[in-house]
């Protein structure tokens, strides 16, 4: 807004010159390519967080949006600017054309860049409730066997669903306590791990805690073997109703 306001006080001085349209046009075009450059920039940003983070890509592809709009924009401009100066006198067609799109771009960037942060929070909120609803039949499991492990102090119901990041961290802590302390003999599958876990802990020379039998049959970082092994939870469940229903 500012150099084109810049722009219209040179079209107002002294005589028309191609001069002055060469000016004009050379920082327009220049602008362009700024916009082209950040279109490119928030292109890669968008393809590269499409699938790990969906609100933070729709973010970026607001972002990208004001870009094409402020080409627009500017290509408007840049035929206004050259039609005042080669005819003389200015188009109220393009400058009222010019001056209703131009909230556009501003618009969509502005949404953009403030949605980015509340884009993060909305991905933690649903990374940590899609995790707490897959630790849920482990840690029911746990509980069962190890109730002394649940943490004390209780939140609001609200309180927790609105932060559901501190209900996600409360079942990791209070599962890998009850593994910690819950003693099997030498497991080979998840099965027999579940299997132990439903029975007293024995403890005996080659036994070992289930968190570290869980983590000699599944490598993956923590806490996927959580998750992993709590799945296993449901395929269980669904191969005995399969069975049931035959």
């Not at 490119?40 to 983070?53: L, T």
């Not at 899609?130 to 849920?136: C, K």
């Not at 993956?220 to 109703?241: E, K, Y």
């Amino acid at each position: 807004l500012v150099v084109h306001r810049h722009v219209d006080h040179v079209d107002g001085q002294g005589p028309r010159h191609p001069a002055s349209v060469v000016y004009a046009v050379t920082i327009y075009l220049y602008l362009a390519w700024f916009l082209i450059d950040l279109w490119r920039y928030a292109r890669r940003s968008f393809q590269s967080a499409r699938e790990q983070d969906p609100p933070a890509a729709a973010a970026i592809a607001l972002i990208g949006a004001s870009t094409w709009a402020g080409l627009v924009v500017l290509l408007i401009w840049t035929v206004h600017t050259t039609f005042t100066q080669l005819s003389g006198h200015r188009s109220a067609q393009l400058d009222s054309l010019a001056g209703s799109i131009f909230p556009l771009p501003l618009t969509l960037f502005a949404c953009g860049v403030l949605a980015l942060p509340a884009a993060a929070a909305v991905s933690h909120h649903l990374a940590s409730r899609r995790l707490s609803q897959e630790l849920e039949p482990l840690w029911l499991l746990v509980l069962r066997t190890h109730p002394d492990v649940q943490l004390t102090g209780r939140h609001h119901r609200i309180v927790r669903g609105l932060d559901s990041r501190w209900t996600a961290q409360r079942r990791l802590i209070e599962i890998s306590d009850a593994l910690e302390a819950h003693q099997v003999p030498a497991v080979g599958s998840f099965d027999e791990l579940l299997t132990a876990l439903r029975e007293p802990p024995r403890r005996s020379s080659q036994s070992s805690s289930a968190k570290d039998a869980l983590v000699r049959l599944d490598a993956t970082p923590w806490p996927q073997p959580l998750v992993d092994l709590s799945n296993s939870i449901g395929n269980q469940l669904a191969s005995r109703g399969a069975r049931a229903s035959r």
